[in-house]
Nanobody
């Protein structure tokens, strides 16, 4: 289906903030919503945030209260605002449909490194 392109990662100190973007040339809307995943070396891929119809959002306990998922009005871009970053947030972040049977081809991801 559509190609997913993630951007916005970087190196930040603990307590810092980053805003990630997930974009495509056209709408990336899915009736199953969209989500952000992350994967650190040696770890399983983890779903950390989702946004669905009606802008219903959900978050993993590990990021709740610190991360916010949102999208633009046309569903061209989905964002992940990350505040109060911790070293354990270090990972490659990907966007995709938050339903395994509906996954699209994975993008390249964007690296987030939290270190002092």
């Amino acid at each position: 289906q559509v190609q997913l392109v993630e951007s916005g990662g970087g190196l930040v100190q603990p307590g810092g903030s980053l805003r990630l973007s997930c974009a495509a040339s056209g709408s990336i809307f899915s009736i199953y919503g969209m989500g952000w995943y992350r994967q650190a070396p040696g770890n399983q891929r983890e779903l950390v945030a989702t946004i669905k119809g009606g802008d219903i959002t959900d978050y993993a306990d590990s990021v709740k209260g610190r991360f916010t998922i949102s999208r633009d009005s046309a569903w061209n871009t989905v964002y992940l605002q990350m505040n109060s970053l911790k070293p354990e947030d270090t990972a490659v972040y990907y966007c995709n449909v938050p339903v395994r049977s509906r996954w699209r081809p994975w993008g390249q991801g964007t690296q987030v490194t939290v270190s002092s």
